[in-house]
């Protein structure tokens, strides 16, 4: 039993270096890209009318691989010696974000069959079948190297972010000093402004909200111009970790994809 644990662990686990594993992570990708089509093309009502039977025997099918894929990484994740005890490694890899995601990934199919919703609910827990998406990261080397830029680099991004929501704090709030005497509907709060914000800043600019005084006009340019800056730096910070776990592979040293650390 032990040796199937293991062969089973190389393949779920350890599957760039085997035939059989690399074998498994290309169904499963094509699997969850399947399935997102699917859940897309549900929503356009000739396809679903015209292909219920084939839309609910692709979900079945679905979500049989995706369970019994769930229930054999839980059984086979104590040949890790982060979760080699029987119990209490197990609990502790549920709560992984990969498990939690594996999780999710088939909850919306048991949910209705254990607990009565109405069907607004029940069409709700349909479309998070889409969260499906997210097990690509297992599968991904690219995506997971991504992940561990953001996780190395978390830092530098939440002080990008926390300026970007500052900057927004103080242009809704002179916003609507200055613009709402002038539109008391539209600028009625800071909350409200902050729609201005977003859109500003992002240089969306749906139109739907526009200042019509000079002094709003001039700050809108200015809150523009700053907004792109900091909206830039985020994606900068990630490009240059990005490049450096690129430059790190190149020169021989293997980084963990799960915490972006070399491995020596």
Not at 66 to 81: K, P
Not at 111 to 139: N, Q, T
Not at 177 to 189: D, L, R
Not at 201 to 218: E, F, R, S, W
């Amino acid at each position: 039993m032990r040796a199937v644990q293991s062969k089973l662990y190389e393949i779920l686990e350890t599957s760039t270096g085997s035939r059989a594993g690399r074998l498994v992570n290309a169904l499963l990708i094509v699997l969850i890209v399947g399935n997102v089509v699917a859940v897309t093309m549900h929503t356009v009502r000739p396809f679903a009318s015209r292909y219920v039977k084939q839309f609910r025997a692709f979900e079945l099918v679905s979500v049989a691989i995706f369970s019994i894929e769930y229930v054999l990484r839980m059984w086979v994740c104590t040949r890790n010696d982060s979760y080699r005890r029987p119990v209490l490694g197990r609990i502790r890899y549920f709560f992984t974000p990969f498990a939690i995601i594996d999780l999710v990934a088939v909850l919306p199919f048991y949910l209705p069959m254990l607990i009565p919703f109405d069907l607004i609910f029940v069409r709700a827990l349909r479309l998070m079948r889409l969260l499906r998406l997210l097990k690509l990261g297992r599968y991904s080397e690219s995506i997971r190297t991504m992940g561990a830029v953001v996780s190395e680099k978390r830092e530098e991004l939440g002080v990008a972010v926390a300026m970007s929501l500052i900057l927004l704090l103080i242009a809704s709030a002179l916003m609507y000093f200055i613009e709402g005497p002038a539109q008391p509907e539209i600028f009625s709060s800071i909350p409200a402004a902050m729609w201005w914000g977003v859109v500003t800043m992002t240089t969306v600019g749906y139109g739907d909200v526009l200042p019509v005084t000079t002094a709003g006009k001039i700050l809108s340019g200015l809150i523009a111009v700053l907004g792109i800056g900091l909206f830039i730096l985020p994606a900068g910070i990630i490009a240059a970790g990005y490049g450096a776990q690129i430059r790190n592979s190149r020169r021989g040293r293997r980084i963990c994809p799960h915490c972006g650390k070399p491995i020596t």
